[in-house]
């Protein structure tokens, strides 16, 4: 049996520098015999939107038969034994880290007896999240194990949260580390219903009136996406000022149309949002806004209760000569 190198402290964290991974190159591990089932560590991760800030939850399946005792995210090894090539993935830092204080408590969050940190960058602004047991007696990610207890929260998105790979460090055993892919679990857009009121205007040149958008909205892992106006189209041309107050790209609920057409059936604005879940789903949903070619004054209907009252005055005018 291949006898295990001294350990190298790295960032905090001490691990064992390991040589190139290949799953069948040790037969007799116990990682490798479950590769041809499943693979033995997967990670997973879906965002939410949060109060203005975007978190990112992380999975973790323990299909090996050994104890992981820390999961460092946003951080590639390189699969070989120089820890002088490792990479570090990561670039927004979570909310309110400093490098004194760490990360706030609000910022990220841990499985019992684990706690995170952030392995800061030593050449370039990119970094990892580490999440590590406290000490020996601190409960370990055991076989078969899953855990979810594993999120940071961010100012800003950062899609690398996501699409990068994650070291795991085992505490026994040989290799003593793998880097795996990070799998997005949130793969499915959000599902985007527009409603605008008041949906028909009748025609008056001059007048501006104003519409409002409602949405109903529904994600299967972020509970606010974030809502953005694409476009207003028409279908006639449009002159510079018949729409007013309306931010394209922005999460902007209140326009302005001017009820007008120089079409005899009317004019039909369109307008489109999107729905975009912090995982980076997208979806487009459109309503309509009809300005009615005829204005109520020119339907006229009291004709009859008109000739009514006139009668009883035509009558006394008779009886009176």
């Known amino acids: 049996m291949m006898e295990q190198s001294k350990p190298i402290p790295m960032f905090g964290l001490t691990t064992l520098p390991c040589l190139a991974f290949a799953f069948l190159a040790f037969p007799s591990d116990s990682i490798a015999k479950t590769d041809s089932v499943r693979p033995p560590v997967t990670v997973g991760v879906y965002a939410q939107h949060a109060g203005g800030k975007v978190v990112y939850h992380y999975r973790v399946s323990n299909n090996t038969q050994r104890n992981i005792t820390s999961v460092s ?33 609000t910022s990220a969050a841990s499985p019992t007896g684990w706690r995170a940190s952030v392995i800061e960058p030593e050449e370039n602004e ?15 990610l055991v076989p078969g194990q899953t855990i979810s207890k594993m999120s940071v929260t961010l100012e800003r998105a ?19 580390e793998l880097t795996v892919p990070i799998n997005q679990l949130d793969n499915t857009p959000p599902s985007l219903t527009v409603n605008l009121h008041p949906n028909t205007l009748s025609l008056q040149n001059s007048k501006y009136v104003t519409i409002k958008a409602a949405f109903i909205l529904k994600d299967d892992y972020d509970h606010a996406p974030e809502i ?5 189209t028409a279908n006639e041309p449009l002159e510079a000022d018949d729409i007013r107050d309306a931010s394209i790209g922005l999460d902007d609920r209140y326009i302005k149309f001017r009820a007008t057409s120089k079409n005899p059936s009317g004019r039909i604005y369109t307008v489109t949002y999107s729905a975009t879940d912090a995982s980076g789903n997208q979806t487009t949903a459109s309503a309509t806004v009809t300005v009615t070619s005829a204005t109520p004054a020119s ?9 009514a009252v006139m009668a009883p005055h035509d009558q006394s005018e008779k009886k009176n000569p």
């Open 73 to 105: 995210v946003g951080r590639d090894n390189q699969r070989d034994e120089n820890p002088n090539n490792d990479v570090n993935e990561l670039i927004e830092l979570p909310a309110g880290w400093n490098a004194k204080l760490g990360i706030p408590s």
């Open 299 to 307: 339907v006229v209907i009291p004709m009859p209760a008109t000739s």
């Open 126 to 140: 990119a970094h990892a999240i580490i999440w590590e047991t406290l000490n020996d007696r601190s409960p370990k």
């Open 158 to 176: 950062d899609s690398n949260y996501m699409t990068g790979h994650a070291v795991i460090a085992f505490s026994e055993g040989y290799p003593a």
């Open 228 to 232: 953005k106006l694409e476009s207003i």
